[in-house]
């Protein structure tokens, strides 16, 4: 860690010279001025952590150069010092931007350890800057394309924002579940407040439990000291879930409980806390199907499943490929320092017609992927790259679909290589144009809808 960088401004060279000794002495480094002028001239020139003014100075007086100091660097801590002090002045001097206000003499130790907390003060608001910075960077709109399920899952989702109840958000591995769980706590009343989650997959029963309930000292072998859980942490705010259905029966009976009254105990306590936390939870499993085979607490499958939100899986919305991946685009080479990068024609239509088992996170690779190998301005077919996120096993992906969902699946990729064309997909397909369009019917497809500006393509038949 750099040393801390002071400012003394004060027309004493004696007063200078005992400040600078001990503060050099603790690792500080020291720049002097003896005037206004002299304190101006060295700002301009660098930064320091922190400025030591004395009040009367040659050529004016701290609160006539305060201002001067916050024009060059704003937000820059402040220490007023005086041989003269009085209530009234430290007040005016607190207004015009000073930290501290103190009266000499000054006890060295003590103004070393104002000078510490004032600049671990400033360090920490502008880590807390920096990290809004990012995350207003890094947000993404859940809703984010036109359609139909997006529009219905936006319109379900501002309906309950506001609830305290808990909100269970169920879709695909990579469909943006975590995504639309932080942006339901943003836009919630707790929105100021803390958002802690945590993946349960994976993860011991004894290690969960001690990550959200916390344990207390000497609570099992290795716990050294006590540690504060994540319900602790999210009190007042949000704590997200994700992969709910893989927690250990014995831990869902210890989250029902908190859900059902607020209160919890700490592994290796005695006594209960009281908790204010919203809980939204996430998975990719079928929870139903899990309680009816015991994998599930039933009663806490229907107190989590208060509000349900189902988050549609990339392929069911096809139209807002192209309006995420350009989004998806614009923040990545934001990110690598690319500038504007575009998609072109042959690219949208790959994307398009790509099944995308992983959904937004595999697309969101699979762009970035191509941004980091290609170096023009125009990513086109060859850049996407897709053999290198396609699964190892093709088969995987459909294991789970019924026949029909396989059928239609299959109807839409023929559909959309044949560019609409009913009569060349049903030819590929094996079936009379009139089964194709009865299928088209029972599954609420418009072939149209799969048509390109290819001149080729022509009229669906």
Same mark, same amino acid.
């Given at each position: 860690?750099?040393?801390?960088?002071?400012?003394?401004?004060?027309?004493?060279?004696?007063?200078?010279?005992?400040?600078?000794?001990?503060?050099?002495?603790?690792?500080?480094?020291?720049d002097e001025a003896d005037t206004c002028g002299a304190a101006i001239?060295?700002?301009?020139?660098?930064?320091?952590?922190?400025?030591?003014?004395?009040?009367?100075?040659?050529? $004016?007086?701290?609160?006539?150069?305060?201002?001067?100091?916050?024009?060059?660097?704003?937000?820059?801590?402040?220490?007023?010092?005086?041989?003269?002090?009085?209530?009234?002045?430290?007040?005016?001097?607190?207004?015009?931007?000073?930290?501290?206000?103190?009266?000499?003499?000054?006890?060295?130790?003590?103004?070393?350890?104002?000078?510490?907390?004032?600049?671990?003060?400033?360090?920490?608001?502008?880590?807390?800057?920096?990290?809004?910075?990012?995350?207003?960077?890094?947000?993404?709109?859940?809703?984010?394309?036109?359609?139909?399920?997006?529009?219905?899952?936006?319109?379900?989702?501002?309906?309950?924002?506001?609830?305290?109840?808990?909100?269970?958000?169920v879709g695909e591995t990579g469909a943006g579940k975590g995504v639309?769980?932080?942006?339901?706590?943003?836009?919630?009343?707790?929105?100021?407040?803390?958002?802690?989650?945590?993946?349960?997959?994976?993860?011991?029963?004894?290690?969960?439990?001690?990550?959200?309930?916390?344990?207390?000292?000497?609570?099992?072998?290795?716990?050294?000291?006590?540690?504060?859980?994540?319900?602790?942490?999210?009190?007042?705010?949000?704590?997200?879930?994700?992969?709910?259905?893989?927690?250990?029966?014995?831990?869902?009976?210890?989250?029902?409980?908190?859900?059902?009254?607020?209160?919890?105990?700490?592994?290796?306590?005695?006594?209960?806390?009281?908790?204010?936390?919203?809980?939204?939870?996430?998975?990719?499993?079928?929870?139903?199907?899990?309680?009816?085979?015991?994998?599930?607490?039933?009663?806490?499958?229907?107190?989590?499943?208060?509000?349900?939100?189902?988050?549609?899986?990339?392929?069911?919305?096809?139209?807002?490929?192209?309006?995420?991946?350009?989004?998806?685009?614009?923040?990545?080479?934001?990110?690598?320092?690319?500038?504007?990068?575009?998609?072109?024609?042959?690219?949208?239509?790959?994307?398009?017609?790509?099944?995308?088992? $992983?959904?937004?996170?595999?697309?969101?690779?699979?762009?970035?992927?191509?941004?980091?190998?290609?170096?023009?301005?125009?990513?086109?077919?060859?850049?996407l790259r897709f053999e290198a996120g396609v699964t190892a096993d093709?088969?995987?992906?459909?294991?789970?679909?019924?026949?029909?969902?396989?059928?239609?699946?299959?109807?839409?990729?023929?559909?959309?290589?044949?560019?609409?064309?009913?009569?060349?997909?049903?030819?590929?397909?094996?079936?009379?144009?009139?089964?194709?369009?009865?299928?088209?019917?029972?599954?609420?497809?418009?072939?149209?809808?799969?048509?390109?500006?290819?001149?080729?393509?022509?009229?669906?038949?």
């Amino acid at each position: 860690m750099t040393a801390v960088r002071v400012l003394v401004v004060d027309d004493e060279a004696g007063i200078r010279f005992g400040i600078r000794d001990f503060l050099e002495s603790k690792g500080f480094e020291v720049d002097e001025a003896d005037t206004c002028g002299a304190a101006i001239e060295v700002l301009r020139g660098k930064r320091p952590d922190v400025v030591i003014l004395d009040y009367l100075l040659p050529d $004016g007086n701290a609160l006539e150069l305060l201002p001067k100091v916050q024009e060059i660097h704003h937000g820059l801590p402040l220490v007023v010092l005086t041989a003269h002090g009085s209530i009234d002045l430290a007040v005016r001097a607190i207004k015009e931007g000073a930290d501290q206000f103190l009266t000499k003499p000054v006890e060295l130790p003590a103004l070393q350890m104002v000078l510490e907390r004032l600049v671990e003060n400033q360090r920490n608001r502008q880590r807390q800057l920096a990290r809004e910075s990012r995350q207003a960077r890094e947000a993404h709109d859940p809703f984010a394309g036109s359609s139909a399920a997006m529009r219905d899952l936006a319109a379900q989702a501002r309906r309950v924002v506001a609830s305290d109840s808990p909100i269970l958000i169920v879709g695909e591995t990579g469909a943006g579940k975590g995504v639309l769980a932080r942006w339901l706590h943003a836009n919630s009343p707790r929105g100021a407040e803390a958002f802690v989650d945590l993946n349960c997959a994976g993860i011991s029963r004894d290690l969960l439990d001690s990550e959200l309930f916390g344990h207390e000292k000497g609570a099992f072998t290795g716990a050294v000291s006590a540690k504060t859980g994540l319900f602790d942490v999210a009190h007042r705010g949000t704590l997200f879930l994700d992969e709910i259905g893989d927690m250990d029966l014995q831990v869902q009976a210890k989250l029902l409980k908190v859900l059902e009254e607020q209160r919890f105990r700490r592994v290796g306590d005695v006594r209960d806390r009281r908790v204010d936390v919203r809980l939204v939870a996430a998975t990719h499993q079928d929870l139903a199907r899990f309680v009816r085979e015991n994998r599930f607490r039933r009663d806490l499958y229907f107190r989590v499943n208060t509000l349900p939100l189902a988050v549609p899986p990339l392929r069911e919305r096809v139209e807002d490929i192209p309006v995420l991946a350009r989004e998806l685009l614009t923040r990545l080479a934001a990110d690598l320092g690319r500038g504007e990068v575009t998609l072109l024609p042959d690219a949208e239509r790959a994307l398009a017609q790509y099944s995308w088992p $992983g959904n937004v996170r595999e697309l969101k690779n699979v762009l970035e992927r191509a941004l980091l190998l290609s170096d023009g301005r125009a990513l086109g077919r060859r850049d996407l790259r897709f053999e290198a996120g396609v699964t190892a096993d093709p088969l995987a992906e459909t294991a789970n679909l019924t026949l029909e969902e396989l059928e239609r699946r299959h109807i839409e990729l023929v559909l959309r290589e044949e560019r609409g064309r009913v009569e060349t997909a049903a030819k590929r397909l094996g079936i009379p144009r009139s089964s194709l369009y009865q299928k088209l019917k029972q599954y609420g497809i418009t072939a149209s809808s799969f048509q390109t500006d290819d001149p080729k393509s022509g009229a669906a038949t």
